[in-house]
T-cell receptor
Framework: QKEVEQNSGPLSVPEGAIASLNCTYSDRGSQSFFWYRQYSGKSPELIMFIYSNGDKEDGRFTAQLNKASQYVSLLIRDSQPSDSATYLCAVNRYDMRFGAGTRLTVKP | DTAVSQTPKYLVTQMGNDKSIKCEQNLGHDTMYWYKQDSKKFLKIMFSYNNKELIINETVPNRFSPKSPDKAHLNLHINSLELGDSAVYFC?????????????FGEGSWLTVV
């Protein structure tokens, strides 16, 4: 079982729609959870992090964490073509482990 | 002023050669990392140093040798390069090694072994 699992996609949504990205993790002792965005040919950049169960909102982005289900998600509201990228879920206990990423395409 | 900088950005070399990638961070962080991203975009940790001390050494061939002369620098030396070493190598840093720390990445070094 992979430590951090994501659907590789591609996930395609129309402009203005909600994009939903999902992630599961295997280590129940994981304490912090991150979403990074990576444009093609660029380095990963942090979107947001979440530590506690529930929702955390930052602008158009909402992270959701359910530790009992070992599940993390990222919702992107009012998706824009500029949101087209690969989204990496990362889980941190002793060090940060990444999922393989979900490629999102937002079509105008 | 780049926070985590690594050089070179692109490197094309022949099998069997030895090469180094240098990394420097000016964020004042205590912990630095090397990650490898393969052709399938999977980002995998290789090494972690905290204040010049090796903390994490994943299952990486011993042809890869990291060196941290001070806490602001973490270099990666690779001996006897193989085709499978072709990847993007990202240097990164965080405030310290605690689980709540955000990791900041350098721009990456694209290594191609021919």
């Amino acid at each position: 079982q992979k430590e951090v699992e994501q659907n590789s996609g591609p996930l395609s949504v129309p402009e203005g729609a909600i994009a939903s990205l999902n992630c599961t993790y295997s280590d129940r002792g994981s304490q912090s959870f991150f979403w990074y965005r990576q444009y093609s040919g660029k380095s990963p950049e942090l979107i947001m992090f979440i530590y506690s169960n529930g929702d955390k909102e930052d602008g158009r982005f909402t992270a959701q964490l359910n530790k009992a289900s070992q599940y993390v998600s990222l919702l992107i509201r009012d998706s824009q073509p500029s949101d087209s990228a690969t989204y990496l879920c990362a889980v941190n206990r002793y060090d940060m482990r990444f999922g393989a990423g979900t490629r999102l395409t937002v079509k105008p | 002023d780049t926070a985590v900088s690594q050089t070179p950005k692109y490197l094309v070399t022949q099998m069997g050669n030895d090469k180094s990638i240098k990394c420097e961070q000016n964020l004042g962080h205590d912990t630095m990392y090397w990650y490898k991203q393969d052709s399938k975009k999977f980002l995998k940790i290789m090494f972690s140093y905290n204040n010049k001390e090796l903390i994490i050494n994943e299952t990486v061939p011993n042809r890869f040798s990291p060196k941290s002369p001070d806490k602001a620098h973490l270099n990666l030396h690779i001996n006897s390069l193989e085709l499978g070493d072709s990847a993007v190598y990202f240097c990164a840093s965080s405030q310290d090694q605690g689980s709540g720390n955000t990791i900041y990445f350098g721009e990456g070094s694209w290594l191609t072994v021919v």
